[in-house]
């Protein structure tokens, strides 16, 4: 299938698809190279397709996620990315999208930002069962990222992303919604979640933070601007691309999630958990991207012995343990920690809901409410022990060692 590569109004680069695999065959004519999507090389007037490539896999639905397989096999086709072109590619993350050949398509008329999309590829998705030969598939869901259960939904003319949890405890929509909870007291920029419930399973619900005119970059693009040396560290590296591209705020952003993460203990911050938002037309960056998917953290797979001892608890994207990635935060100046003095209230209540005793019982509640209570005495322990230091000296080099040494004594 020959197609070109849109940038909402913007023509960037001819393709060819491979009509069996979907995936990139040819690049042609490049019309617009700063339009190319972020961290695709563009050099002696050739593109990277297998870094295009990459991209565009991206785009599709991960093999992983959960009732992935399922779906495909009531739609009848072989892999996800199949998908992506029965949707022209649009997403309602970013704006770009593939117009095929001889056709005059314009964004204005298929974009989901300002147009409605079908139902049919979420209700499968969803478990429903469909004819799959009278299915409309233009729908965001099939362009939508991450492993758990997601549908975009259109309520009284917003688009919401509702996001079920893993089994057995489907802890984490109830954790999107304590992760508000705390960031709304700390005063950190967030994406507020709420709860659902849809056949007895809670669901998150958040709204749609991109819009007709801007996109969401996630950190993995960032990251691609430049080759990493080897000496340097992944924070800084990131920071750096950051400010290749001219992205600010980067740091101030990573203290707060950072530290968000450490109470939170968030397993799986990976680089497309957080990004930068940019305008799609003039490619101005905004800044980064509040804070979104915050789910997988308060020990959401653990029985509440392992909440307990945190002996099994994974950090990303820049250190494996959270107490070594806490020595990353550059300030805490910002941080007043009083302000979460209801926290055990927070979730209690949140995990109180009544439909939720199928799912997490009080032992449960308990033992998530002193393990985040825990972190929240550390923190304010290292976060004291950092702000009294810094007041001694600026010199950065010796504050980093003191940070060091007390980090080392800590369990988290
Ligand atoms: N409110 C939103 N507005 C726009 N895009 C969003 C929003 N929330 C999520 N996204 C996009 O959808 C992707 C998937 O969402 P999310 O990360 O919440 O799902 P997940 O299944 O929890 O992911 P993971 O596999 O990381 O656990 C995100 O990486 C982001 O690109
Ligand atoms: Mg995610």
């Given at each position: ?144 990222d991450g492993n758990l259960k997601k549908r975009w939904k259109i309520i009284d003319g917003k688009r919401y992303l509702v996001k079920g949890g893993s089994n057995p405890f489907r802890q984490q929509p109830f954790n999107e919604v304590i992760a508000t909870g705390i960031m709304e007291r700390l ?226």
């Amino acid at each position: 299938m020959k197609c070109i590569l849109m940038h909402k109004h913007i023509p960037v680069a001819g393709l060819e698809l491979d009509d069996v695999s979907s995936f990139i065959q040819k690049i042609g004519t490049v019309y617009a190279p700063e339009h190319l999507p972020v961290g695709v090389v563009y050099k002696n007037d050739i593109v990277d397709r297998r870094a295009l490539n990459d991209w565009w896999t991206e785009r599709s639905i991960p093999a992983s996620r959960s009732g992935a397989r399922e779906a495909l096999e009531k739609l009848g086709l072989a892999n996800t990315r199949m998908l992506l072109v029965r949707c022209y590619g649009l997403s309602l993350s970013d704006q770009y999208w593939i117009r095929p050949a001889g056709t005059e398509l314009q964004w204005e008329d298929i974009n989901f930002f300002q147009n409605d999309f079908s139902d049919d590829v979420g209700d499968v998705l969803f478990g429903a069962d469909r004819d799959a030969n009278h299915l409309d598939f233009s729908s965001p869901d099939n362009t939508s990222d991450g492993n758990l259960k997601k549908r975009w939904k259109i309520i009284d003319g917003k688009r919401y992303l509702v996001k079920g949890g893993s089994n057995p405890f489907r802890q984490q929509p109830f954790n999107e919604v304590i992760a508000t909870g705390i960031m709304e007291r700390l005063g950190i920029a967030h994406v507020p979640y709420r709860l659902i419930w849809n056949d007895g399973a809670p669901y998150s619900v958040c709204e749609d933070f991109v819009d007709a005119n801007t996109e969401l970059i996630s950190a993995w693009r960032i990251l691609g601007v430049r080759k990493k040396n080897n000496s340097k560290s992944l924070y800084q590296h990131f920071v750096d691309c950051c400010n290749v591209l001219g992205i600010h705020g980067a740091v101030p952003f990573l203290d707060r999630m950072i530290t968000l993460d450490y109470i939170l203990a968030n397993e799986d911050r990976h680089f497309n958990n957080f990004g930068a938002l940019r305008n799609a037309e003039t490619l101005e960056w905004i800044g980064m991207a509040p804070v979104y998917d915050s789910g997988s953290s308060l020990g959401y797979d653990k029985v509440p012995a392992q909440l307990r001892s945190e002996k099994d608890v994974v950090c990303k994207p820049f250190k494996n343990h959270h107490a070594g990635q806490l020595k990353l935060v550059t300030s805490f100046d910002w941080l007043d920690l009083s302000r979460l003095s209801d926290v055990g209230e927070l979730i209690t209540e949140v995990l109180s809901d009544e439909n939720a005793a199928d799912y997490i019982d009080q032992r449960r509640i308990m033992a998530i409410r002193d393990s985040v209570q825990r972190r929240i005495r550390n923190l304010a322990e290292f976060a004291q022990s950092f702000r009294s230091q810094g007041e001694l000296t600026t010199a950065d080099d010796v504050k980093e060692n003191i940070a060091a040494d007390y980090g080392s004594k800590m369990t988290l």
